[in-house]
């Protein structure tokens, strides 16, 4: 049907038929309505076609759209960098005749490539919505290119500095480094001044009337208080503030050395820099911390040095008559000078300092370098008890000096072997005060006494091997003596109930009781 309609058509406009009627017949043939946008040109046919011909389609679109072929001629947005490389015809993207509501523009945002228009996106750019540039009912192209259209409201500056907001900022952050060069100014900036926001010296988008002293900024910083004057670059610098460049070696008469060089400034100079005059004596600074209180004078440098105030380097050994060793060598100063170091002179004997370290009460004398060192007080103790009347021989060579000698006087332990062995005497006395008649000092149980030798009573018989307490089971006292008659002992055993006197030997030995033999 449509193929018949196009023939009659053809037809009426060959026959030269009237120009309205061929309009209607054209606009009974349109494919579909056009778009809201060219409704008012619905019924002109050859606004956009020109019959017989789609070539010139093109240069249709090109007449009504003089901004569009104004871009492809200047070659600048999209059109006039795409669209006029590749030679695309305004038909193929394009397209008409799909509806008033029609949406002819066929743009992707999620796959457009920004590249292709007079702005490239950059940095942050890149993250922005379109919407965020591209305002509702607004064409594409006429979105703004220049920063200030659209950061007007965060120009900080209000204005101030002009609108050319990329002398100074970039894409990649709005606050961040900007490409402003400091350099160019009469204050170049270097050092830690590089890394510093511009408001931190421009206040309140001042940029005239910021000062270039250090102190014009840095007099918040000032921890002198204005006592170091106002020259900060003599000592400081803007590598690193806290860090001084000032040689007190070269730029004074004071060397630092040790830990001076760890000292604050205000440690020392507690006045106006250039106005106090220090002195500089040890003492004068450190007289707070003289735990001498004076007693040793005020020449410390004699004695300490500036790498360690704690540690002496007097050398006691070269500079006095008495050499510090072992325990004497970690003894304070004040531990034998009580007084005025240059004016008392001390005894050198031990006794002078260590009376009341004797425990012997003065009974062994005062030469106490004839049994002890330095090294220690109860160390290596080199007395020979071979020399007193007591050798020590046997066990007692080893045995620990208060084993036998409670108290310190030592001239007061007994001599007698039961004074210290009465706990061990399993005799309980029965045999006496005299243990050395039996034992030696080897061994307590190494006994060596001979009954048969050493008394008038030989032990045979069934009395030899007999324990000693069986016959010594009473304590005698001083001069008394152990009996020795058979009776004595066995008057216990005696059936004749003393009839035969007491002299058991008679009738008996030792051998057996119950077989006499009657030699009398």
């Not at 120009?155 to 609108?163: E, I």
């Not at 604050?264 to 106005?275: A, E, I, M, Q, V």
């Not at 004040?334 to 370290?357: I, N, P, T, W």
């Amino acid at each position: 049907m449509r193929q018949i309609l196009n023939v009659c058509a053809l037809v009426l406009v060959m026959i030269g038929a009237e120009p309205a009627l061929a309009i209607d017949f054209e606009k009974l043939l349109m494919p579909g309505d056009v778009i809201e946008g060219h409704a008012k040109y619905e019924g002109e046919c050859t606004k956009c076609h020109e019959r017989f011909s789609k070539k010139t389609q093109t240069q249709l679109c090109s007449d009504c759209h003089e901004k569009i072929d104004n871009d492809i001629f200047e070659k600048k947005g999209f059109h006039g960098k795409e669209a006029r490389v590749s030679k695309v015809e305004c038909r193929v993207c394009h397209t008409e005749h799909k509806g008033r509501d029609a949406n002819i523009v066929h743009l992707n945002k999620d796959t457009f490539d920004h590249k292709l228009t007079d702005f490239k996106l950059k940095g942050s750019h890149t993250a922005v919505a379109c919407e965020s540039c591209h305002k509702p009912k607004k064409l594409y192209r006429e979105a703004p290119l220049k920063c200030y259209s659209c950061h007007k409201k965060d120009d900080v500056h209000d204005g101030s500095l002009g609108k050319k907001c990329q002398d100074c900022h970039t894409e990649k952050s709005w606050v961040g480094k900007n490409d402003f060069d400091h350099g160019d100014t009469d204050f170049p900036l270097k050092g830690k001044h590089e890394k510093v926001d511009c408001v931190s010296c421009h206040l309140n988008q001042d940029y005239k009337e910021t000062p270039d002293s250090c102190y014009g900024c840095h007099s918040v910083d000032d921890n002198h208080n204005g006592r170091y004057g106002k020259k900060c670059k003599d000592c400081h610098s803007e590598k690193d503030w806290e860090k001084i460049h000032f040689n007190h070696d070269k730029d004074t008469d004071y060397r630092i050395t040790g830990k001076h060089k760890r000292v604050s400034c205000d440690s020392c100079h507690t006045g106006h820099l250039y106005k106090q005059e220090l002195e500089t004596e040890c003492y004068s600074c450190h007289k707070a911390d003289d735990e001498h209180q004076g007693k040793n004078g005020k020449e410390c440098d004699s004695c300490h040095n500036t790498k360690d105030w704690g540690k002496s380097t007097f050398d006691h050994e070269k500079e006095t008559d008495f050499p510090l060793r072992g325990k004497h060598d970690k003894l304070i100063c004040s531990a034998c000078h009580k007084g005025e170091v240059f004016e008392e002179e001390l005894k050198m004997e031990c006794y002078a300092c260590h009376r009341q370290d004797d425990i012997h009460a003065g009974e062994q004398g005062k030469d106490c370098a004839r049994c002890h060192n330095e090294t220690g007080w109860q160390e290596k103790i080199v007395f020979d008890h071979d020399l007193t009347h007591f050798p020590l021989i046997g066990l007692h060579a080893t045995t620990p000096c208060e084993e036998c000698h409670l108290s310190g006087t030592y001239k007061d332990a007994a001599l007698e072997c039961i004074a210290c062995h009465k706990k061990e005497d399993v005799h309980k006395k029965a045999l006496g005060n005299e243990c050395e008649v039996c034992h030696n000092p080897n061994a307590w149980s190494l006994w060596e006494f001979d009954h048969n030798e050493q008394t008038d009573f030989e032990l045979d018989g069934k009395h030899e091997g007999l324990g000693c307490h069986l016959c010594h089971s009473t304590v005698l006292k001083k001069g008394q003596k152990t009996a020795s008659q058979c009776g004595d002992c066995h008057w216990s055993d005696d059936i004749h109930r003393g009839g035969f006197g007491r002299n058991c030997e008679r009738c008996h030995d030792t051998e057996s009781f119950s077989d006499p033999k009657i030699t009398q």
